[in-house]
């Protein structure tokens, strides 16, 4: 274990809203310095941000409004970010400030920044804390909860292991005995169908976004936990083996980091159907996409953007990058090599996504 991601709900680090549950803040700064201490980098993905906003302002609930969101953001980040500061400086280590979009890690090179970033915080030895720039996201674009953030930032920084620590004890077996689920091999759509959603009114998301965190890095190759944030030395105890909330276990054979970022980074500019022929050469062979196989497509898009791949049923098989636009896919779909070498004759390579840049969904 070198290097783990820790995201806190806001029910963990506050009582009412917009409370700072200060006691609990310093436990998990004690916690973050003994990982420390035994070698172990530690990233913090802090939820909190809106919830102290709308303390502040005496709100009662979450607005519903974005612009009100955001306000309460802008008003709660820095108080969040010096809670973590107050909490870790009695161990001497430093807290670091990152907030990321999502439209900021969709674009390559912003996302590679965001990576180097990190990596050279934690050489320096400070304790990244990493929230959604909550204050200028447009909600078309927003993460939706740090449950999801958390999870990204688990991939972008190739952590060992993922704790997502909330009031949720764990997955319960709601169609079972009641118990929390120690250990999930695989999230299957069984697994997904315990899934229940949140009331609090600060919290967004609930166990569904848990999960879709949970399968966002574990195919990253990152162990998962979703415990109780609020039992005591709960980060260390997870750390030290104990069975304690649920394990979601490592994918055996991890996406690499380029296609993590085709699979969970993007959202696709159109799309592409293709015949059953084709989803087979791509699903079962492995083989790139050729324009033969293509039947239509939907959308604006240009050659680098990222498009679905939909087979006959309309079902997405696959995500990739295109190396044609739209206006050249209308006159290339269904033709084979020999004719493309006519039409593109500068061309080396004819196909449509590349298997190198393509991933499977």
Same mark, same amino acid.
């Given at each position: ?9 806001? @029910? ?6 917009? &409370? ?16 420390? $201490? ?14 102290? @906003?709308?303390?502040?302002?005496? %709100? ?44 900021? %890690? ?8 965001? &990576? !180097?970033?990190?990596?050279?915080? #934690? ?10 720039? /909550? ?14 953030? @958390? !999870?990204?930032?688990?991939? %972008?920084?190739? +952590? /060992? ?6 009031? *949720? ?5 709601? /169609? ?9 091999? $695989? ?15 600060? +919290? ?9 965190? !949970? &399968? ?41 980091? $380029? $296609? ?7 959202? *696709? ?5 293709? /015949?059953?022929?084709?989803?087979? +050469? ?7 996409? #050729? ?24 079902? *997405?098989?696959?995500? @990739? ?5 739209? +206006? ?21 390579? #004819? ?5 190198? !840049?393509?991933?499977?969904?």
């Amino acid at each position: 274990m070198k290097r783990v991601v820790i995201k806190l709900g806001t @029910g963990i680090l506050t009582h009412g809203i917009g &409370k700072v549950d200060t006691v609990r803040v310093n436990a998990i700064c004690s916690q973050v310095a003994e990982l420390r $201490k035994r070698g172990i980098e530690t990233l913090i993905v802090s939820s909190g941000a809106v919830g102290m @906003g709308m303390g502040a302002l005496s %709100l009662q609930e979450r607005p519903k409004t974005l612009a009100k969101q955001q306000a309460c953001a802008a008003i709660g980040q820095s108080r969040l970010i010096q809670c973590w500061q107050d909490g870790l400086q009695p161990h001497g280590l430093i807290a670091g400030q990152i907030l990321l979009t999502h439209e900021g %890690l969709r674009i390559r090179n912003r996302y590679v920044n965001a &990576k !180097a970033t990190i990596e050279q915080l #934690l050489n320096y030895g400070v304790v990244p804390i990493i929230n959604e720039n /909550d204050s200028v996201s447009a909600i078309e674009i927003r993460f939706g909860n740090n449950d999801l953030l @958390g !999870a990204m930032v688990a991939s %972008l920084s190739d +952590a /060992d292991q993922y704790q997502i620590l909330s009031t *949720a004890p764990g997955l319960i077996d709601m /169609d079972g005995d009641g118990q929390i689920i120690p250990v999930v091999e $695989k999230i299957t759509p069984e697994i997904e169908s315990l899934a229940k959603g949140t009331s609090s009114p600060t +919290a967004v998301g609930g166990m569904v976004s848990k999960l879709e965190a !949970a &399968k966002l890095s574990t195919e990253s190759g990152c162990e998962t936990f979703i415990a109780d944030g609020s039992a005591e030395n709960i980060i260390i105890r997870i750390i030290d083996g104990e069975v304690v909330g649920t394990r979601f276990k490592a994918s055996p054979q991890p996406m690499g980091s $380029k $296609k993590r970022w085709l699979a969970y980074f993007q959202r *696709a500019s159109g799309s592409i159907t293709i /015949d059953d022929g084709a989803s087979d +050469a791509i699903v079962r062979r492995g083989r790139s996409l #050729l324009p033969a196989g293509v039947t239509r497509f939907d959308g604006h898009f240009k050659p680098g953007d990222v498009v679905d791949i939909l087979n006959s049923k309309g079902e *997405a098989v696959a995500r @990739g990058e295109i190396a044609y636009s739209g +206006a050249e896919i209308a006159n290339i779909a269904g033709k084979h090599v020999e004719e493309l070498q006519d039409l593109y004759p500068d061309r080396t390579r #004819l196909e449509v996504v590349h298997r190198d !840049a393509l991933v499977l969904l």
